[in-house]
């Protein structure tokens, strides 16, 4: 049927029943039905779907109240984004509509009902405007889940998310280690745990692999920056220890000396990551009673257990990697570690216990780390030569803080290879032709 409308007049509106010459019909299978009243020269030129069906090669042609009816099936939650595409198809026709989507959610869902309909304008603007704002989070999982299957017109939308080049992720990380073992001043503290956080999070394999597989150079580089880092604390603890036994340390000195036991203790790891320990566990083992001895000069009690926290919770990850075989260290750097760790947090563990509890700190080590740094010491003492695990066995058992570390395992072990250890090395020495005297 011929267009009711005259072209000289006002542009059409939808739901203008007097010039309309189509009706679209929007049915769901919850039984609702509506009728928008159309116009054939905007649904043709606008949308493939109403074209295909409105041209005379479509098979069959439906009148209803007098015009054309197309009819259009969709889900109940969808009916409103369909009427929405619908008088977009106007508003397309009298200017843009970059502005109107009124959020995430509606425009990609009247994105959704654009596809579905072949609406070639609103597509490119839903498809530009949702490119360009921020998400919330759940608003991404719905466009993860939605805008792939809308083919090579909608990827752009996704353009954030595209994994990128190996040379960029390098980039970023080598700028972020940098920055992160810098020791920034105190103002710039949250950026700074900002970028440590992240940069383990780029080496973490969780259900995902690590975003960053290190490799030489990295490794170098990372070497490069924790080297950095261990300097500034090295000069930290020579200007601790110099000053005279009855200064007062000012708070600032405190609080840089904490932020670099925070930093080692993150450096920890990142290098137990990329399995280059074995720098920092070497200069921490040569340092540790300059370490010692720089807690002493603490401005209060509170000032000094706070300190000795954070000087544990770095010795601790230190004496894993040596316990565990991480880093290999000789016999008498392993007993030095020992014997110059194993009385600091036995005292450290009684000043905690009775430390006042309407004085609360504000650094913890939680229940795991002590478990984690016992067993760490018995690790270690029972790889020691008998006779040294006999001298720390000794001492351990003669001290009034006995209960923790609890040294009982090494205690068996040393028990039962020092009962058996003649009949075991004569048997070995037997089979082996051995012939020394035991």
Same mark, same amino acid.
């Given at each position: 049927?011929?267009?009711?409308?005259?072209?000289?007049?006002?542009?059409?509106?939808?739901?203008?029943?007097?010039?309309?010459?189509?009706?679209?019909?929007?049915?769901?299978?919850?039984?609702?039905?509506?009728?928008?009243?159309?116009?054939?020269?905007?649904?043709?030129?606008?949308?493939?779907?109403?074209?295909?069906?409105?041209?005379?090669?479509?098979?069959?042609?439906?009148?209803?109240?007098?015009?054309?009816?197309?009819?259009?099936?969709?889900?109940?939650?969808?009916?409103?984004?369909?009427?929405?595409?619908?008088?977009?198809?106007?508003?397309?026709?009298?200017?843009?509509?970059?502005?109107?989507?009124?959020?995430?959610?509606?425009?990609?869902?009247?994105?959704?009902?654009?596809?579905?309909?072949?609406?070639?304008?609103?597509?490119?603007?839903?498809?530009?405007?949702?490119?360009?704002?921020?998400?919330?989070?759940?608003?991404?999982?719905?466009?993860?889940?939605?805008?792939?299957?809308?083919?090579?017109?909608?990827?752009?939308? $996704? /353009? !954030?998310?595209?994994?990128?080049?190996? &040379?960029? #992720?390098?980039?970023?990380?080598? =700028?972020? %280690?940098?920055?992160?073992?810098?020791?920034?001043?105190?103002?710039?503290?949250?950026?700074?745990?900002?970028?440590?956080?992240?940069?383990?999070?780029?080496?973490?394999?969780?259900?995902?692999?690590?975003?960053?597989?290190?490799?030489?150079?990295?490794?170098?580089?990372?070497?490069?920056?924790?080297?950095?880092? $261990? /300097? !500034?604390?090295?000069?930290?603890?020579? &200007?601790? #220890?110099?000053?005279?036994?009855? =200064?007062? %340390?000012?708070?600032?000195?405190?609080?840089?000396?904490?932020?670099?036991?925070?930093?080692?203790?993150?450096?920890?790891?990142?290098?137990?990551?990329?399995?280059?320990?074995?720098?920092?566990?070497?200069?921490?083992?040569?340092?540790?009673?300059?370490?010692?001895?720089?807690?002493?000069?603490?401005?209060?009690?509170?000032?000094?257990?706070?300190?000795?926290?954070?000087?544990?919770?770095?010795?601790?990850?230190?004496?894993?990697?040596?316990?565990?075989?991480?880093?290999?260290?000789?016999?008498?750097?392993?007993?030095?570690?020992?014997?110059?760790?194993?009385?600091?947090?036995?005292?450290?563990?009684?000043?905690?216990?009775?430390?006042?509890?309407?004085?609360?700190?504000?650094?913890?080590?939680?229940?795991?780390?002590?478990?984690?740094?016992?067993?760490?010491?018995?690790?270690?003492?029972?790889?020691?030569?008998?006779?040294?695990?006999?001298?720390?066995?000794?001492?351990?058992?003669?001290?009034?803080?006995?209960?923790?570390?609890?040294?009982?395992?090494?205690?068996?072990?040393?028990?039962?290879?020092?009962?058996?250890?003649?009949?075991?090395?004569?048997?070995?020495?037997?089979?082996?032709?051995?012939?020394?005297?035991?």
């Amino acid at each position: 049927m011929e267009p009711l409308i005259n072209e000289t007049k006002a542009p059409s509106r939808i739901g203008d029943r007097y010039t309309s010459d189509v009706v679209v019909r929007l049915r769901t299978q919850e039984g609702r039905d509506d009728w928008l009243y159309c116009h054939s020269h905007v649904l043709v030129e606008k949308s493939k779907y109403f074209a295909d069906r409105l041209s005379e090669n479509w098979p069959t042609c439906q009148i209803l109240d007098s015009r054309n009816c197309v009819e259009v099936y969709c889900q109940e939650s969808d009916f409103d984004y369909h009427v929405n595409v619908l008088r977009l198809l106007y508003a397309v026709t009298d200017g843009s509509v970059d502005d109107m989507w009124h959020g995430v959610r509606n425009a990609l869902s009247c994105l959704q009902v654009a596809v579905e309909l072949g609406c070639q304008q609103i597509i490119t603007a839903c498809v530009k405007y949702l490119e360009a704002v921020p998400w919330e989070e759940a608003e991404e999982e719905e466009i993860l889940r939605t805008v792939p299957g809308m083919g090579s017109q909608a990827e752009p939308i $996704l /353009a !954030r998310l595209q994994p990128v080049n190996s &040379t960029a #992720i390098e980039g970023i990380f080598l =700028s972020a %280690i940098r920055f992160a073992t810098s020791s920034p001043p105190p103002h710039l503290n949250d950026l700074k745990s900002s970028a440590q956080e992240q940069l383990e999070y780029m080496l973490t394999e969780d259900d995902d692999a690590p975003l960053l597989m290190a490799n030489d150079e990295i490794k170098f580089e990372v070497r490069e920056c924790v080297r950095g880092l $261990l /300097a !500034r604390f090295n000069n930290q603890l020579e &200007t601790f #220890i110099s000053k005279p036994a009855e =200064s007062v %340390i000012p708070a600032g000195e405190i609080l840089s000396f904490q932020s670099y036991l925070s930093d080692m203790s993150w450096a920890c790891q990142i290098l137990g990551k990329l399995e280059i320990m074995t720098e920092l566990v070497s200069t921490w083992t040569e340092a540790s009673e300059k370490i010692v001895m720089a807690i002493e000069v603490a401005r209060s009690e509170a000032d000094t257990l706070e300190m000795r926290l954070n000087v544990i919770e770095v010795a601790s990850k230190v004496l894993e990697a040596i316990g565990y075989g991480t880093v290999i260290l000789p016999a008498a750097k392993r007993l030095h570690m020992v014997l110059v760790w194993l009385p600091f947090v036995r005292i450290t563990k009684h000043l905690l216990n009775s430390f006042p509890y309407d004085n609360p700190l504000t650094f913890k080590l939680d229940g795991e780390r002590w478990q984690s740094l016992e067993s760490a010491f018995v690790s270690i003492i029972v790889a020691l030569p008998s006779g040294d695990q006999a001298g720390i066995l000794t001492e351990w058992l003669g001290n009034e803080h006995v209960r923790y570390p609890d040294l009982t395992e090494a205690f068996e072990v040393w028990c039962y290879r020092s009962k058996v250890a003649k009949r075991r090395l004569a048997l070995s020495g037997a089979i082996h032709g051995v012939t020394d005297a035991l």
